[in-house]
């Protein structure tokens, strides 16, 4: 359960530090022209912890198996992490690093430079799609129950609170 509770706090201190900047330009205000990169580092450092948590301990144990599982989940899951990494990495490539990180909550004018390109023709926030998908599928893949709650989180924190704040703010 360490890795889906880090995971949850994680992703709310990169709301906040993103709303505290929206709000207050508190970034702004202390690191002037570096307020992006101090954002990006904060948050960048936040998130590379909990991969090392992630990589660093298994996560995957026998005892923490779906109740429900059987082998024909295994070729499933493939189909849906590979989904999700094509979302993922596609929408990481039409954006790019700054963008995708949150650069518009540090631009005057956050409706410019909308991506309305590839899968955000039909997806609001496919890169938060393509998160889910890759831990619903690798808890397919490995009958893991950790990475299942970890794609339930995804799923709340990301598609439905954060993309609800940002979508709001890119309308507004």
Not at 17 to 42: E, G, P, V, W
């Amino acid at each position: 359960m360490l890795f889906s509770t880090s995971f949850a706090l994680i992703t709310f201190l990169h709301y906040l530090s993103l709303k505290l900047q929206d709000k207050y330009q508190i970034y702004t205000r202390i690191f002037n022209k570096n307020a992006f990169n101090a954002h990006l580092t904060f948050t960048g450092i936040l998130w590379t912890i909990w991969f090392i948590l992630l990589l660093r301990f298994p996560v995957i144990k026998p005892e923490m198996g779906l109740p429900f599982y059987t082998s024909q989940f295994m070729p499933v899951g493939v189909i849906v992490f590979g989904g999700g990494l094509l979302l993922t990495v596609w929408s990481w490539y039409l954006l790019g690093v700054s963008r995708a990180w949150g650069l518009r909550y540090f631009e005057s004018d956050k409706k410019k430079n909308v991506e309305k390109r590839g899968p955000y023709k039909h997806l609001k926030n496919p890169i938060y799609d393509g998160f889910v998908l890759l831990f619903f599928g690798i808890a397919l893949i490995f009958n893991s129950l950790i990475h299942l709650l970890i794609g339930l989180e995804c799923f709340i924190l990301f598609n439905i609170l954060l993309s609800a704040y940002e979508n709001k703010k890119l309308i507004n």
